[in-house]
C-alpha cells in the first residue's frame, strides 16, 4: 500500500473481532515501534503485551472506573454512552510505557516531555504497522495510570503512555474528517487563523 494511503486507513476501532493476532504480528508491531525516534535515542518506552482474559478484564474495569468518575463530576453527556466492552474483547492490548526521565537534553531547556514526545512517535509507527498487517488499533487513555500500573505491575517510576488496542475490526469505523492543514509563512501569523 501506498504510504500516504496508509497513513489515512489507519483507523481508530472500538469494535474487534476475536481473531487472534498472531506472535509474528505482535513481534512486526513492536519492532515498527522500537524504530521511532528518540532524543539521544534513549528508547525510553517498554511494552507489555496483554492477552490474557483476567487481564483485560482488569484493563476494561479500570476503564468503567474512570467513565463513572467523568459521569460523577458532570463530565461531557456522550461519556455515559461510551462503550467499554471493546477492551475486554480486543484480541491483543500493548501497553506501553516509558521512563520520564530518558527525554535527551530537553529539561535544560524547557522542553521536559522528550520521552513523551518520542513514545508517542513509537505508538504512531506501531498503529500504522498494524494498519499495513490489514489490522485496526485505538489508541486507549481513557484510564487513571495509577490504578492501571498496580494492575499490571508496572514500577513507580515508568508512566503510562497509552493501551494500544489492536485487532481486526468488527466493522468499517468512518474516518473522522480533518481540518484543512494551517500552514503560516515564514513566521506565525493571526491570518492563517
Ligand atoms: C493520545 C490519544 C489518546 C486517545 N484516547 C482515546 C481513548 O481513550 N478512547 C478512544 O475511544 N479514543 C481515543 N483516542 C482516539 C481518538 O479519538 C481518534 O484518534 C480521533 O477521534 C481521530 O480518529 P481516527 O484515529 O480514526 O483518525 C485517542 C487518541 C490519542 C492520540
Known amino acids: 500500500m501506498e504510504f500516504s494511503e496508509l497513513i489515512k486507513k489507519r483507523r481508530s476501532c472500538r469494535a474487534f473481532k476475536n481473531t487472534p493476532v498472531t506472535q509474528e504480528q505482535l513481534q512486526t508491531i513492536v519492532e515498527a515501534g522500537q524504530w521511532a525516534p528518540s532524543p539521544l535515542n534513549q528508547q525510553p518506552f517498554q511494552f507489555i503485551a496483554v492477552t490474557d482474559q483476567t487481564v483485560k478484564a482488569q484493563i476494561q474495569k479500570t476503564g468503567i472506573e474512570a467513565k463513572q468518575t467523568v459521569v460523577d463530576n458532570s463530565g461531557p453527556a456522550w461519556v455515559k454512552k461510551y462503550p467499554m466492552n471493546f477492551v475486554g474483547e480486543c484480541p491483543l492490548i500493548i501497553v506501553v510505557v516509558y521512563d520520564p526521565t530518558k527525554g535527551g537534553l530537553g529539561s535544560y531547556f524547557e522542553q521536559p516531555?522528550?520521552?513523551?514526545?518520542?513514545?508517542?512517535a513509537c505508538i504512531q509507527n506501531m498503529m500504522l504497522q498494524a494498519a499495513d498487517l490489514g489490522l485496526d488499533s485505538l489508541w486507549f487513555t481513557f484510564f487513571s495510570p495509577s490504578v492501571l500500573k498496580p494492575v499490571l505491575d508496572i514500577p513507580k517510576e515508568l508512566d503510562v503512555a497509552g493501551a494500544i488496542m489492536i485487532g481486526k475490526p468488527?466493522?468499517?469505523?468512518?474516518?473522522?474528517?480533518?481540518?484543512?492543514?494551517?500552514?503560516?509563512?515564514?513566521?506565525?501569523?493571526?491570518?492563517?487563523?
Open 170 to 193: 468488527a466493522m468499517e469505523a468512518k474516518a473522522p474528517p480533518r481540518k484543512p492543514p494551517k500552514v503560516h509563512e515564514d513566521r506565525f501569523s493571526t491570518e492563517a487563523e
Open 113 to 120: 516531555h522528550g520521552a513523551l514526545q518520542s513514545t508517542s
